[in-house]
């Protein structure tokens, strides 16, 4: 039975003398050159305050969530752990473990599957779990992708953004939906694409719309390796050409308006559409939005129904015949979870999703960005 849930998000500097430290903290392993991180920590000082506003937002969704389940049940506390920065997983590990907690829902808050986006937080939670012997054990909720309440979350984000636009072009407006690039090699080995197309068309579907399409943004490493394409930067000027005098970008791959979207959308992707004569639209990313919030509450309650429903059943089964059900053993094909739940580094692949419309697809593109 789960005394807690615990948000594990990417984490982000919350004051201007944390964002060099920060950066260090995320290219920690890589051969990042100090150019680029200092390039990068520009970014960050360009956002108001020199700060991300990823930490904040991530403790208004958790708090958000725990006045949900408190209202409508299970009342849980809600705890927040980050990969790069304060609070780090074992930070709050430890903090749960001093409160008497036992067992937690971890959700991890990236919508996408892949090996950074989903099974490295796994390990980060195993790693985090080493440091404290009396952590709590952490079972994982399943990919939400295409939970209807997030894409509800999303489609009134996307709504919005469609208002801006004049009623007489609002029809013919093309969605871009945005993601994180990673590398080729690491999307193939992994749902991440399919994950993307499957959220992308349930959200283009619910505002009944036919002209979208996919980009991928903020790549980062060398040059030479090849990442997921078509950059948003080269769909926005193939757009262009197409005559389209607005767009929609709807930065679904992430849940927060964190810097990558403030100032890879908001500022660099802006710019390239200014540049090309074509108005864009930003929708903002769900963030707390309470759609959101209401399908985080349903992994919550889900799980909660699962554990009574095997709970009663065991009750009821002939203690000579109960017996555990095995679970399957980790392989490269078997790393991201699907319900009911999952612990670290076990699950199963999911299912390819649709394949979305071209309309904005492009030339390959040599864009660099950063997580």
Not at 1 to 28: C, H, K, Q, S
Not at 51 to 72: C, G, I, K, W, Y
Not at 99 to 115: M, N
């Amino acid at each position: 039975m789960i005394e807690a849930v615990l948000l594990i998000a990417f984490g982000g500097p919350t004051a201007p003398d944390e964002i060099r430290p920060f950066l260090r903290n995320v290219a920690r392993g890589r051969a990042v050159p100090a150019a680029r991180l200092e390039e990068v920590a520009h970014h960050y000082e360009r956002m108001p305050g020199g700060r991300s506003p990823l930490n904040e937002l991530t403790v208004r969704q958790a708090r958000a969530l725990a006045e949900t389940l408190a209202a409508d049940g299970p009342a849980l506390p809600v705890f927040v752990g980050m990969r790069n920065w304060h609070p780090y997983l074992h930070e709050t590990l430890a903090e749960m473990a001093g409160q008497g907690i036992r067992r937690a829902l971890g959700i991890i808050l990236s919508p996408l599957r892949t090996e950074a986006s989903w099974e490295r937080y796994l390990r980060d939670v195993a790693e985090a779990r080493a440091q404290t012997p009396t952590a709590p054990e952490v079972v994982f909720a399943p990919a939400w992708f295409e939970h209807p309440q997030f894409v509800a979350a999303a489609a009134d984000r996307c709504r919005r953004a469609l208002d801006e636009v004049p009623p007489g072009e609002r029809a013919a407006t093309p969605l871009v939906f945005t993601a994180h690039s990673v590398p080729v090699p690491m999307a193939e080995a992994s749902p991440y694409v399919a994950d993307f197309a499957a959220a992308a068309g349930a959200v283009a579907a619910a505002l009944g719309r036919a002209r979208w399409s996919l980009a991928y943004q903020s790549r980062s490493g060398s040059p030479r390796d090849r990442w997921l394409e078509p950059d948003v930067n080269d769909v926005l000027k193939e757009l262009a050409r197409q005559g389209a005098p607005h767009v929609v970008v709807v930065p679904l791959g992430f849940v927060c308006d964190h810097v990558e979207v403030l100032y890879d959308l908001d500022v660099e992707a802006r710019a390239t559409a200014a540049t090309v004569g074509l108005i864009l639209h930003r929708a903002a990313a769900v963030n707390d939005h309470p759609d959101f919030i209401a399908a985080l509450a349903d992994l919550v309650r889900r799980h909660v129904a699962e554990g009574d429903a095997a709970r009663a059943g065991q009750a009821r089964a002939p203690s000579s015949t109960t017996q555990s059900t095995p679970r399957p053993s980790p392989s490269s094909s078997a790393r991201f979870p699907q319900p009911p739940e999952t612990r670290v580094s076990e699950g199963a692949s999911g299912p390819p999703g649709p394949r979305p419309p071209s309309p904005g697809e492009t030339a390959p593109t040599r864009r660099r960005g950063r997580r």
